[in-house]
């Protein structure tokens, strides 16, 4: 059976997340029912993550296994057409080794959080980004992201219903920049990690908001991690402002696509 890579874009907010679920709306299981309209049922699709509901995705990668030998373009194409109105796409699609996974094959996984500074609610935005009431001391954030880097015992900043077998992971890069828009000014995290505990990604970003806010100091970043507790986590942030922005694998699957 030839094996497919997909890379996929979605809007999170209609789904309750990626992975397949029974009475409600998820990204899988719109991708598997267009399938199914391609070829006979049922198919099981893999991801190289689960997002959370309301999660959203520029370049999640999935493979699919079909009885056909599709050409990668009228694949992508009649998957879309099969998609719509759910705001998921296909925007490439590779032929790939039958060992191939989207999950065990990667390498890494790329995240991005946006963060929305003005007290007006966001309009054009809404449901893309956190809004927050209020300017923030990047310095202040920077000096705090950086306790988080490298190898550490993440149980702080992981939710208490994570199946992960260890909270021990390895941050390799956590940055946040400025950006002027047409909302606003915005903060983005950009997070690189082979791979990242349930909520993690929104329990730092929530934690360095309080940095700065100044209601937390840099260094209560680096007590908080120290800790290995998860009521030393600052708030939890929503998410609408995440985005899996990216997986890396030994060689890119979608090259010359």
Known sequence: MPRYAL??????????????????????GAIETALSRLEPGPHSIAAAGRTDTGVHALAQVAHC???????????????NHHLKPDPVAIVACAHVADDWHARFSALERRYMFRL??????????RGLVWRVP???DLEAMREGAAHLIGTHDFTTFRSTI?????PVKTLDMLEITA??????????????????????????????????AGSSRPDDVKAALEARNRAACGPVCPPQGLYLAGVTYPVDPFAGS
């Open 116 to 125: 929305l500074m003005r007290r007006a609610p966001e309009t054009h935005e």
């Open 162 to 166: 994570c199946q992960a077998a260890s």
């Open 134 to 136: 209020r300017q923030l």
């Open 65 to 79: 296994d079909l009885t056909r030998d599709w050409s990668p373009f009228r694949l992508s194409e009649a998957l």
């Open 179 to 212: 950006h002027e828009t047409h909302a606003g000014p915005e903060l983005r995290f950009a997070l690189r990690a082979r791979s990242f505990l349930h909520n993690q990604v929104r329990s730092f970003v929530g934690t360095l908001e309080r940095v700065g």
């Open 7 to 28: 890379k996929v874009e979605y809007h999170g907010a209609p789904f309750s997340g990626w992975q397949r679920q029974k009475a409600q709306p998820s990204v899988q």
